[in-house]
């Protein structure tokens, strides 16, 4: 199985700051990558996928990006809206597995 | 506008078997495969497997293998996920969503194991 590795775990930050979070994959997996935005109590949100399309209705502040096995995941001027706990997902090989998500808290 | 809508929560003891629905509208059934993820209480996002609606295909995590089923009637634009042999650890939030083409995510369906 294709491992995500995530980092940070968690990363505190404030209204207007400029957050990357990245995801590791174990092996190349081209530009195979989506990320997701998870609040307390509510289902997944789809952000992003192949790695730097964004999905409509998803603010611009948000971008994705990186090929193989690097990717990144930038809020460019948090919100309040954006404290949220992020993942990234590989789907080039089953299982699509998972980054083990970030918490971003309010600073 | 695109909804999956999931079946009500579940409550089994271990050993048990339960089934999840999904129901898709606003789109065409066979156009996208439908995902199923999970989530324990306090976990990250497990992924369990995929259906293609079209043709029936599946293709399952090895970890559920052998006590998963995803199926699917076209005709009701419904997804099912069997999962038998419930253990406590499949605790969990239970999702169906649509992963490439389309990006919508069900509501998702609490199933909880307990004696």
């Known amino acids: 199985d294709i491992q995500m590795t995530q980092s940070p775990s968690s990363l505190s930050a404030s209204v207007g700051d400029r957050v990357t979070i990245t995801c590791r994959a174990s092996q190349g997996i081209s530009n195979f990558v989506a990320w997701f935005q998870q609040k307390p109590g509510e289902a997944p949100k789809s952000l992003i996928y192949?790695?730097?399309h964004l999905l409509s209705g998803v603010p611009s502040t948000f971008s994705g990006s990186g090929s193989g096995t690097d990717f990144t995941l930038t809020i460019s001027s948090l919100q309040p809206e954006d404290f949220a706990t992020y993942y990234c997902?590989?789907?080039?090989?089953?299982?699509?597995?998972f980054g083990q998500g970030t918490k971003l808290e309010i600073k | 506008q695109v909804q999956l809508v999931q079946s009500g929560a579940e409550v089994k003891k271990p050993g048990a078997s339960v089934r999840v629905s999904c129901k898709a509208s606003g789109y065409t059934f066979t156009d996208y495969s439908i995902h199923w993820v999970r989530q324990a209480p306090g976990e990250g996002l497990e992924w369990m497997g995929r259906i293609n609606p079209h043709s029936g295909g599946t293709n399952y995590s090895q970890k559920f293998q052998g006590r998963v089923t995803m199926t699917r009637d076209r005709s009701i634009s419904t997804a099912y996920i069997d999962l038998t042999r419930l253990r406590s650890d499949d605790t969990a939030i239970y999702y169906c969503?649509?992963?490439?083409?389309?990006?919508?995510w069900g509501q998702g369906t609490l199933v909880s194991v307990s004696s």
């Open positions: 969503c649509l992963l490439g083409g389309q990006f919508n």
């Open positions: 997902q590989q789907y080039t090989s089953y299982p699509h597995t």
């Open positions: 192949a790695a730097s």
